[in-house]
């Protein structure tokens, strides 16, 4: 059980901790500086990692919608949705030894979860997809109000929190915007991408009813609306790509269409009770375990393969402040964004709850630049930082924030 939040952490995929070997791993974590993991059990996509500190899989592909734990079949009985566990990991349990090692040593440790983005189950079960405003079901997000969908996420909860009794549920995608920022041919219009980043299937149709709205007139104005950007030469739309990656023209459009605007509420709120509704389900199975909410910078364009915009996902760090534990804020870019963002985001919460931000120890960042990352969140509003991620690391990443987290804790 958490009593006061970690304040320093990782993140790890599980592929390094069981081929380094997992109580090695956890103890060079501790001795690192991290009181917290958060060990990825589950990615949406085939993410491919290249890990310089892995002498035996240097180069390798995630299995995309495969459990990184072993899954329990009773907590999935009631769904036709059923979970794989990933072939690649089966020797060690992962999970099951980051608990137990993570409570020998004194460190806690988090079940990060994609909740409703998963290739293989949208792929496999189409119609649990998202359903777009042409009745196409998506390829990889999920409808988060399939109660297929909603009680196959259920199972995994279950299973991270009753029978391996982590920490906190670290929860991420809830929902993610649908359409990408460009397409196969290029970019993609912005109003087009709005209409075309929802669900209009029938449990989001009963679900918006429930709350008073109407989906279907929602849906024809939509419609009405893609016609319209679809009209726009595409070579016209790739010309102005600079100027169409942001979203100047949305404020207007929300303003000249009442539709449009009450689609955005209607995510909003859901996302909100939802969220709510499943921390509650936490705390009802093990006293103590926490919920997170990994949410995309308020500002920046998101750092994944979709470039998800944060206030079409319906991720307002306000709105949901009070129904979670901590939001986890992913900002992957330079000091003065990470500045700016986390500053956005400890505004909007306001103290209702802990900020914890994300962090990059990867990529172009260098092992001199990532503390003064983390240094900048820390002096915005940021209550913990997590560095992204303990996999990717090179030994001169590990030896600076080694002595980074020491100064810091001295």
Not at 31 to 54: D, K, Q, S, T
Not at 82 to 110: F, H, I, N, Q
Not at 206 to 235: N, W
Not at 369 to 392: H, I, K, M, R, W
Request: neutral net charge.
């Amino acid at each position: 059980m958490i009593k006061d939040h970690p304040k320093f952490s990782c993140l790890s995929f599980p592929v390094l901790p069981h081929d380094l070997g997992l109580e090695r791993t956890m103890t060079h974590m501790k001795e690192i500086g991290f009181e917290h993991l958060m060990l990825c059990c589950g990615i949406y996509a085939g993410y491919r990692l290249v890990m310089p500190r892995n002498k035996k899989r240097a180069v390798y592909s995630l299995e995309e919608g495969m459990q990184y734990y072993r899954p329990n079949e009773e907590h999935y009985r009631d769904t036709p949705i059923k979970p794989v566990a990933t072939s690649d990991l089966a020797k060690v349990d992962t999970l099951e030894g980051a608990v137990r090692y993570g409570r020998e040593l004194g460190m806690t440790v988090g079940a990060w979860l994609p909740l409703f983005a998963n290739g293989r189950v949208a792929k496999q079960h189409p119609e649990a997809a998202i359903q777009n405003l042409y009745g196409s079901p998506d390829r990889l997000f999920l409808c988060y109000n399939n109660p297929d969908v909603l009680e196959f996420v259920r199972g995994m909860v279950r299973d991270v929190v009753l029978d391996y009794g982590v920490d906190v549920v670290e929860t991420d995608k809830i929902p993610q915007t649908v359409l990408e920022i460009s397409a196969f041919a290029g970019r993609i219009d912005p109003i087009l991408r709005f209409v075309g980043s929802f669900c209009f299937c029938r449990h989001c149709k009963a679900k918006a009813a429930e709350l008073g709205f109407d989906l279907a007139a929602m849906k024809r104005r939509a419609r009405a609306l893609a016609e319209g950007s679809l009209r726009i030469p595409p070579h016209i739309v790739n010309r102005l790509s600079d100027d169409l990656q942001g979203d100047a023209d949305m404020p207007l459009l929300l303003l000249d269409e009442p539709l449009m605007y009450d689609m955005l509420r209607l995510r909003h709120l859901t996302v909100r009770e939802y969220l709510k509704g499943l921390r509650k389900e936490v705390r009802a199975m093990r006293k103590g375990t926490q919920l997170s909410a990994t949410f995309v910078p308020p500002q920046k364009i998101g750092h994944d393969s979709t470039q998800p915009r944060s206030w079409l996902c319906g991720q307002s760090y306000k709105n949901v402040a009070d129904v979670v534990d901590f939001i986890n804020g992913v900002v992957h870019w330079e000091r003065d964004v990470v500045a700016y963002d986390t500053r956005l985001a400890a505004n909007a919460i306001a103290g209702r709850c802990r900020l914890d931000l994300h962090v990059p120890a990867y990529g172009r960042f260098s092992p001199e630049e990532t503390p003064q990352l983390a240094e900048a969140a820390l002096a915005n509003g940021a209550d913990s930082v997590s560095f992204f991620c303990y996999d990717l690391m090179t030994d001169d990443m590990i030896a600076s924030l080694k002595s980074w987290i020491a100064a810091q804790k001295s």
